[in-house]
Structures are given as structure tokens and as C-alpha cells.
């Protein structure tokens, strides 16, 4: 029998008697959220704006990008990878027969990104041993919990699914079982960003402007005032009819109006709106094409910030997850997945360079560890540590000088 079935055995859902016990939570897209601004805030609006789809795809796509390996932790503190272990395809090629690991990854992380969180379920044999993935749409799944029982309802499946079969990743939550979603929290600011893109395109669509008005000494009808505007506008109004020569006749007379400063405001606060959802999801402006803030002293930095306090939460929360879920007991304890970050965080050549001298010459790295980091194949003999001839332990060198 199966680790589900016995979970259903145990857990009778189909019995109406327990059903009142059931606590629900359901954290699903799309919703819309409500903002000053007046713009439908959800997923797939969210995403028309330029600054979120680029936060997005960033975190995705730097995680999705991360080797993600099966490692065994030795007796003595040392890990080894076991590229011969049967979870090691599953995790680091092939998680489904329908998508790589790339996409696996990148997925849950856009779910995250925008929902708060992201599932997939946990397919095995009968033996419990992990087999393969399936990605769930968070806005298909409900939480049910059940004093210290917890299950996925999902639609499309008929039976709720046991937490140990689901992997849940999530973003900051209030309550520990769901994520909090970005989109909802960040409603407001996300709805100021497409208003001002709504704006944006109103005013150029009208030829960037209402650029002047028409004068005349004469009395014109209402008839004629609208026939004169709409001759105007068919021949002049829209941006691909602007700044075309304008033939004026019958006492007309054209008189500009300057850009408004409100108007002239508008890319200062498209550019601060670019900066307020960057805010959001912690990601330097330059990573999302904002270069205004950016220099060439500070990218570097700014760039290994992003690793250390973006990603890395991210990481350790998949990492975790996927180290409970799918290995069995007996191996939970020598047995783990990791991302490998060692190429983000490598530097300029000539800071790798200066690093890796020091590593060999004080015998913390072999010639061949630092050629494995570079990508470069291994030498003979360059697997040697070495260190300085001139140097002893302090205790025998203090006894020594006694003596003397």
C-alpha cells in the first residue's frame, strides 16, 4: 500500500462527521486587488507592467540557472556528489517527462514571485520513492488542515493530497502554511505603474499632446466648430500624423500651448515606479535595465548583494523543502540537494585571480580544485596541497626560541 493510500485509510475524508473539523485556506490568483489608482490589479496584469515581468523573470531565471545536485555528507564533515544516486536525474535533468529542470524551477519560483507560493506534487512508486513532478497552478489549490494533519485540495484531483506528497514553497507568510502574495501587497504601487502606462499611451496615441488651438474672429456654429475640429484632427490628430505642415485658411489662426509640468513629470514618475517595484522584490535597478542610480564601482557590488540577500532566501527555502519531502528517513541525515552559487559569486578575473593565488599558495585549494572552478579540465599531479617551506606549528617554534 502506498504512503497515500495509508494516509486515507487513516484520514477518512469521505466521512461527513469529520468534514465540520476541516479548516480551509485558500490563497488563489487571479484576484483582483483593489487600488486608488483604479487599475485591475492581478497575475496577468501585473505582468503587462514592465518593471514586475522583469523582477520576475529575473529571480526566476538566476534560480532556474543554479546547478541543483544530490550530495551525500561524509563522517567527516565533507560532501561528496552522488551523480549515481536515482533522485540525481530526477532532480538535476529530468523532474517530469514534460519539462527539464530549468523550467521546474523557474516555475516555482515565478509562483512565488507572484502568488507567494508554489506547488508541485510529488509522484512515487509504490515504494515511496520519488519518480517524477508535477507542477500545480497555486490558483488550483486549497490548504486543509486538521490539528496536525495538513492536505492540498487540488482541482482535477479527486483525493486531497498529504503534505508529505507536495511541495510547497512560500514566501514571506503570517501563519506559516501560506505565502504572501506580492501582487496583493503590492496592489497600490503596481496600479500607480499601469495607470501611469495607460497615461502614457493615451498621451502619445493623441499626438503626444494637445498641441494648440485654432482662432478665428469670426462666429462659427456649433456645426461648424466641430466640422473644423474633426478636419483638424483627421489631419493632424495621433502620433503618426504629428508634426506634419498645417495649411491654414478662412482668418484661422494657430496658436501652441507649452508641455505642462505636470505633463513634463511623467517620465520622472514612470522612473520612480520602475525604482518602487524593484523595492518590492529586492532587486538592484540594474538588473531590470534601470541604470539611472548605477555606476561602474558599485554594479559589482550591488550584483553580489543581489546573490547574498535576494536569492539566497530563495534557495534555502526550495532547498529545504525538496530535503524533507523527498528523501526517506534513513537518508535524511547523510543525504541532501544544494544549489551551487560558487559562479555567481566568483567576482572579476582579477579578483578571482588574486583569490585563487593565495588558495594555492597557503594549501586551502589544490591546482586542480581552482581549474574545476574555472571550468577547465584537471592536470596530472594538481590534485597536491602546498604550502610555505618556512613555516612550522607556533608551539614547536616558541620551543625552540627557549632553547636557544
Given at each position: 500500500?502506498?504512503?497515500?493510500?495509508?494516509?486515507?485509510?487513516?484520514?477518512p475524508?469521505?466521512?461527513?462527521?469529520?468534514?465540520g473539523?476541516?479548516?480551509?485556506?485558500?490563497?488563489?490568483?487571479?484576484n483582483i486587488?483593489?487600488n486608488?489608482?483604479?487599475?485591475?490589479?492581478d497575475?496577468?496584469t501585473?505582468?503587462t507592467?514592465?518593471a514586475?515581468?522583469?523582477?520576475?523573470?529575473?529571480?526566476?531565471?538566476?534560480?532556474?540557472?543554479?546547478?541543483?545536485k544530490?550530495?551525500?555528507?561524509?563522517a567527516?564533515?565533507?560532501k561528496?556528489?552522488?551523480?549515481?544516486h536515482?533522485?540525481?536525474?530526477i532532480?538535476n535533468?529530468?523532474?517530469?517527462?514534460?519539462?527539464t529542470?530549468y523550467?521546474?524551477?523557474?516555475?516555482?519560483?515565478?509562483?512565488m514571485?507572484?502568488?507567494?507560493?508554489?506547488?508541485a506534487i510529488?509522484?512515487?512508486?509504490?515504494?515511496?520513492?520519488?519518480?517524477?513532478f508535477t507542477?500545480?497552478n497555486?490558483?488550483?489549490?486549497?490548504i486543509i488542515?486538521?490539528g496536525?494533519?495538513l492536505f492540498?485540495k487540488?482541482?482535477?484531483?479527486?483525493e486531497?493530497?498529504?503534505?508529505e506528497?507536495?511541495?510547497?514553497?512560500k514566501?514571506i507568510?503570517?501563519d506559516?502554511?501560506?505565502?504572501?502574495?506580492?501582487?496583493e501587497y503590492?496592489?497600490e504601487?503596481?496600479?500607480?505603474?499601469l495607470a501611469?502606462?495607460?497615461y502614457?499611451?493615451?498621451?502619445?496615441?493623441?499626438g503626444?499632446?494637445?498641441?494648440?488651438?485654432l482662432?478665428?474672429?469670426?462666429?462659427?456654429t456649433?456645426e461648424s466648430?466641430?466640422?473644423?475640429?474633426?478636419?483638424w484632427?483627421?489631419?493632424h490628430?495621433?502620433?503618426?500624423k504629428s508634426?506634419?505642415?498645417?495649411v491654414?485658411?478662412d482668418?484661422?489662426?494657430f496658436?501652441?500651448?507649452?508641455?505642462?509640468?505636470?505633463?513634463a513629470?511623467?517620465?520622472a514618475?514612470?522612473?520612480?515606479?520602475?525604482?518602487?517595484?524593484?523595492r518590492?522584490y529586492?532587486?538592484?535597478?540594474?538588473?531590470?535595465?534601470?541604470?539611472?542610480k548605477?555606476?561602474?564601482?558599485n554594479?559589482e557590488m550591488q550584483s553580489?548583494?543581489?546573490?547574498q540577500?535576494?536569492?539566497?532566501p530563495?534557495?534555502?527555502?526550495?532547498e529545504q523543502?525538496f530535503?524533507?519531502?523527498?528523501?526517506?528517513?534513513?537518508?535524511k541525515?547523510?543525504?541532501?540537494?544544494?544549489?551551487?552559487?560558487?559562479g555567481l559569486?566568483?567576482?572579476?578575473a582579477?579578483t578571482?585571480?588574486?583569490?585563487?593565488a593565495k588558495?594555492i599558495?597557503?594549501?586551502w585549494?589544490?591546482?586542480?580544485?581552482?581549474?574545476?572552478?574555472?571550468?577547465?579540465?584537471?592536470i596530472?599531479d594538481?590534485?597536491?596541497?602546498w604550502?610555505?617551506?618556512?613555516?612550522?606549528i607556533?608551539?614547536?617554534n616558541k620551543?625552540?626560541?627557549e632553547?636557544?
Amino acid at each position: 500500500m502506498s504512503l497515500i493510500d495509508r494516509i486515507k485509510n487513516f484520514f477518512p475524508f469521505r466521512n461527513s462527521s469529520n468534514r465540520g473539523a476541516l479548516e480551509s485556506y485558500n490563497r488563489a490568483l487571479p484576484n483582483i486587488f483593489g487600488n486608488y489608482a483604479g487599475k485591475r490589479v492581478d497575475e496577468k496584469t501585473a505582468l503587462t507592467l514592465s518593471a514586475i515581468w522583469a523582477c520576475t523573470k529575473v529571480l526566476s531565471e538566476s534560480v532556474a540557472s543554479l546547478p541543483f545536485k544530490v550530495y551525500e555528507k561524509m563522517a567527516d564533515g565533507d560532501k561528496i556528489l552522488r551523480d549515481d544516486h536515482r533522485l540525481y536525474n530526477i532532480i538535476n535533468k529530468e523532474p517530469s517527462k514534460f519539462y527539464t529542470t530549468y523550467t521546474f524551477i523557474e516555475y516555482l519560483m515565478k509562483s512565488m514571485c507572484l502568488n507567494g507560493n508554489g506547488y508541485a506534487i510529488i509522484n512515487r512508486d509504490r515504494n515511496a520513492s520519488v519518480v517524477s513532478f508535477t507542477c500545480v497552478n497555486p490558483s488550483t489549490v486549497k490548504i486543509i488542515q486538521d490539528g496536525g494533519f495538513l492536505f492540498y485540495k487540488v482541482k482535477g484531483y479527486n483525493e486531497p493530497i498529504s503534505s508529505e506528497d507536495m511541495i510547497h514553497v512560500k514566501n514571506i507568510t503570517q501563519d506559516g502554511l501560506i505565502g504572501l502574495s506580492p501582487v496583493e501587497y503590492a496592489a497600490e504601487s503596481i496600479g500607480w505603474g499601469l495607470a501611469l502606462q495607460t497615461y502614457g499611451n493615451t498621451f502619445f496615441g493623441n499626438g503626444a499632446m494637445p498641441s494648440g488651438i485654432l482662432k478665428t474672429s469670426k462666429n462659427l456654429t456649433t456645426e461648424s466648430a466641430e466640422r473644423l475640429k474633426n478636419s483638424w484632427l483627421n489631419n493632424h490628430g495621433g502620433i503618426n500624423k504629428s508634426n506634419k505642415v498645417a495649411v491654414l485658411e478662412d482668418d484661422l489662426d494657430f496658436k501652441p500651448i507649452s508641455l505642462s509640468n505636470e505633463a513634463a513629470q511623467f517620465l520622472a514618475s514612470r522612473q520612480f515606479s520602475i525604482a518602487e517595484i524593484a523595492r518590492w522584490y529586492r532587486v538592484p535597478p540594474h538588473l531590470i535595465q534601470d541604470l539611472s542610480k548605477s555606476s561602474f564601482n558599485n554594479i559589482e557590488m550591488q550584483s553580489l548583494e543581489f546573490v547574498q540577500y535576494t536569492l539566497m532566501p530563495y534557495l534555502v527555502r526550495l532547498e529545504q523543502e525538496f530535503n524533507r519531502k523527498i528523501f526517506k528517513v534513513k537518508d535524511k541525515n547523510r543525504l541532501f540537494v544544494e544549489f551551487n552559487t560558487a559562479g555567481l559569486l566568483r567576482g572579476d578575473a582579477k579578483t578571482r585571480a588574486d583569490l585563487y593565488a593565495k588558495a594555492i599558495n597557503w594549501g586551502w585549494m589544490s591546482i586542480n580544485e581552482v581549474r574545476r572552478k574555472e571550468n577547465m579540465n584537471s592536470i596530472p599531479d594538481g590534485d597536491e596541497h602546498w604550502m610555505p617551506l618556512n613555516m612550522g606549528i607556533a608551539k614547536e617554534n616558541k620551543q625552540e626560541n627557549e632553547a636557544e
